[in-house]
């Protein structure tokens, strides 16, 4: 025998065994690869909502609607896309960059000549291929509106208006790319009254939802008399697009943007010490008063926060009501109050803020119509919700009653029971196959549903049917005649549907 040849082969069987497994383990890991790629996803900053999350939405928009038809304002709705001309420079520069913009239908890129492309100039390009984009916010597109059916509106029009909006946002916690706004408006009237109101709405729709506040108030008025004081009045956006950021980067990286947009020296020095007024309202107003008693602008915000703190002190208000003068809001478009609302148990960023804008249906052909609105910001408010445990006591389920199905002929007599339960506005459904009761239960207890209807032979006999109550586990034999005002004791009609 050849020893040196059998070990020869041993050696290359052993070599091909190895090359076979690793040749298997690779094939192995491209195909995970490839199928990890291809498993179904959604774009970074947006989420599905199971059932149990969007009943809480519901519940959330349910409530802030209550608040906003108390008051006399009327729905609306926009298309989720407008033209891009209706949203850039609205926004400011930042603002801008955050737009989705839509691709033009069919070969957009066919009107774009190919020095142009060969610059790749991304906002240039843009613009060529975008006509449209996502909106930004509710308010330009409800501005829009205004002008586009001013014959159809009686002023002042008081609108209300739930949707989502998109923004090309870095995702983080509390901060996505769809998100839904819920806003509340009222244009064609430059009363203060409607800036008290909104606070007013402000503070019963987080007394409904349980959450502690703490609302804080500035006037872009005063903000523009400040950027007079310290002789900059031509950087007003600079100014309170940096101001805006305090919270979030402190006072050095504030001074350092505002030194890069060209601010002097002197100029940001002088900034500073507004920055820095402390005390209570009057104490903080006395003190701007002795520092812009040369702008009338400024003087003129002033005037406006005394008469609206005198409004509050008259009222009954439970949310604290602050005025904080590094208040910015960054938007261009504000003019007057400003308006920002705060969880005072969770750290987020506001869930609440809005203000006045003295022009903005201007832009779109429709001068000296004064507005003011707030805009209510659900994703955020929910999430301060389930921080603080407040969905525990919200209904679980959409349905109150569970029918079992017992087959053909049990489900004609059941038929007739839903029937009756739907004429009650009872939330109800039957079981759609006869299945084993266990397992009809199990779906019952996974749905959340607290009474269960058992209707087989011996109950179509008696004419009567057993309800068993889940949290229990207790049965009750009721007349089929009485088990209607059995349920209408059992189910608040808050809970009942509304047909």
């Known amino acids: 025998m050849d020893f040196g040849a059998s070990f020869h082969n041993f050696l290359l069987s052993t070599f091909s065994f190895l090359l076979l497994s690793l040749y298997f383990c690779l094939y192995t890991f491209v195909f995970y690869l490839v199928t990890m790629s291809s498993k179904p996803s959604i774009p970074k900053g947006t989420r599905d909502f199971s059932t149990e999350e969007l009943l809480k939405r519901e519940y959330i928009f349910e409530n802030i609607k209550d608040v906003f038809r108390l008051y006399g304002y009327q729905p609306i709705e926009t298309p989720a896309m407008e033209n891009l001309t209706t949203l850039l420079g609205k926004y400011g520069d930042e603002g801008d960059k955050l737009l989705f913009r839509i691709l033009n239908s069919g070969d957009f890129i066919s009107s774009v000549n190919e020095g142009d492309l060969a610059k790749l100039d991304s906002g240039k390009l843009s613009s060529m291929i975008c006509e449209k984009g996502l909106r930004y916010d509710l308010t330009v597109p409800f501005a829009r509106y205004v002008v586009q059916h001013r014959d159809e509106i009686a002023f002042p029009f008081k609108r209300y208006q739930i949707q989502p909006v998109w923004r090309a946002d870095r995702p983080q916690k509390g901060r996505y790319r769809e998100f839904f706004q819920c806003d509340v408006d009222v244009i064609g009237s430059s009363s203060l009254i409607n800036e008290y109101e909104l606070i007013r709405i402000i503070d019963d729709v987080f007394k409904k939802l349980s959450i502690s506040t703490i609302i804080k108030i500035n006037n872009r008025k005063i903000l523009a008399g400040i950027a007079e004081y310290i002789g900059e009045s031509g950087r007003i956006v600079d100014i309170t697009v940096a101001i805006d950021k305090l919270d979030k980067i402190g006072i050095e990286n504030v001074n ?22 402390n005390g209570n309202t009057s104490d903080k107003l006395k003190r701007l008063s002795e520092l812009l008693s040369e702008s009338e602008t400024g003087m003129k ?88 445990n407040l969905f525990d006591n919200l209904k679980g389920s959409s349905t109150d009653v569970l029918i079992a199905n017992f087959g053909e002929e049990e489900t004609k007599y059941a038929l007739k029971i839903l029937d009756q339960l739907h004429g009650l506005n009872i939330k109800s459904e039957l079981y759609p196959d006869p299945a084993k ?52 004791f059992e189910i608040p009609k808050s809970h009942r549907g509304d047909f």
């Not at 060209?262 to 500073?272: D, M, Q, T, V």
């Not at 057993?466 to 209607?484: A, R, Y």
Request: charged share 20%; aromatic share 10%.
């Open 256 to 277: 350092a943007e505002l030194n890069s947009k060209g601010l002097s020296e002197a100029a940001i020095a002088n900034l500073e010490p507004f920055l820095h007024i």
């Open 301 to 388: 915000g002033i005037s406006e926060l005394l008469t609206l703190f005198e409004y509050f002190n008259n009222s009954s208000l439970t949310s604290e009501i602050e005025l904080d003068l590094t208040l910015a809001r960054g938007l261009n478009y504000y003019t007057g109050a400003i308006i920002e609302v705060k969880s005072k148990d969770v750290l987020i960023g506001s869930i609440c803020g809005g203000g006045r804008y003295d022009n903005l249906t201007g832009v779109f052909g429709m001068e000296g119509v004064s507005g003011v609105g707030v805009s209510f910001g659900a994703d955020r408010i929910y999430d301060v919700m389930n921080h603080l």
């Open 437 to 488: 009761l266990k397992k009809q239960l199990s779906y019952a207890d996974s749905k959340k549903i607290p009474y269960i209807i058992i209707a087989g032979e011996d109950e179509i006999s008696k004419n009567t049917l057993t309800i068993k109550i889940m949290s229990s586990g207790e049965q009750k034999s009721i007349p089929l005649d009485e088990f209607s005002s059995f349920f209408l």
